[in-house]
């Protein structure tokens, strides 16, 4: 066989592996949309066939088992949610400005209806807390690793001293997280950007930068302890 021939044969077997990989794809976003609105619990093969218009033996193929399906949605939903919090969360510098480029991305994913329901995993967690299992499992690893982002970012920024030495770092980050979960249950609730506005105010405020201050103008020293 030519190199010519090699070359489109390579060609011709990739197409459909990365066609079957978008259209996997897309299945898994709009699970991910659809369990925010039924539930992880209320999402089947059978109920996300008839949304997306696709039959269930196609989707069969895709997944074998509605736990296997459970578990591909939330590592989507992960996905999406490294993709559009964590990822420009990260590209601030550590510290203080890091830590408001997470809560500001966090609002974001809201504010722009990145899922119908809100947080994926504000409402996963609720749902799955009670139900032992993977899916449990996993969506705790997610709650764990967001929490750690957030308690980290405290962390250097008292090490950096721009919050001030008395800040608990644990206890900072529950409140701050607990904001990000209060702001989504009453955008979901009242569909309501208000909501978000004033969590956006809570936690700069919370922070020592006012209503419109900049991470940086807190740098060495940071406010003053109450």
Not at 47 to 75: C, D, P, R, W
Not at 96 to 102: E, G, P
Not at 120 to 139: D, I, N, S, W
Request: charged content about 20%.
């Amino acid at each position: 066989m030519t190199s010519g021939a090699v070359k489109q044969r390579d060609r011709a077997q990739r197409r459909p592996r990365a066609d079957g990989e978008r259209t996997r794809g897309a299945i898994l976003r709009a699970a991910a949309s659809l369990a925010t609105v039924d539930g992880l619990e209320g999402l089947s093969i059978g109920n996300l066939a008839a949304a997306i218009g696709m039959s269930k033996s196609g989707l069969y193929a895709h997944f074998g088992s509605k736990q296997e399906l459970q578990l591909a949605t939330v590592e989507a939903a992960d996905r999406i949610f490294q993709e559009v919090v964590v990822q420009p969360a990260l590209a601030a510098p550590p510290g203080l400005a890091r830590l408001v480029a997470v809560c500001e991305a966090y609002f974001d994913y809201l504010q722009r209806g990145t899922f119908p329901g809100g947080c994926f995993f504000a409402a996963a967690a609720l749902e799955m807390g009670t139900r032992p299992g993977p899916v449990k499992e996993r969506v705790a690893a997610w709650e764990s690793g967001f929490a750690a982002l957030v308690r980290g970012s405290v962390a250097t920024a008292i090490e950096q001293q721009e919050l001030p030495a008395s800040e608990d770092p644990d206890r900072l980050a529950f409140e701050l997280h607990g904001i990000m979960l209060a702001a989504d249950i009453s955008f979901v609730l009242h569909d309501d950007p208000a909501a978000v506005t004033l969590a956006r105010q809570i936690v700069r405020q919370r922070l020592g930068l006012g209503n419109g201050g900049n991470p940086g103008d807190s740098r060495g020293g940071g406010p003053s302890p109450a």
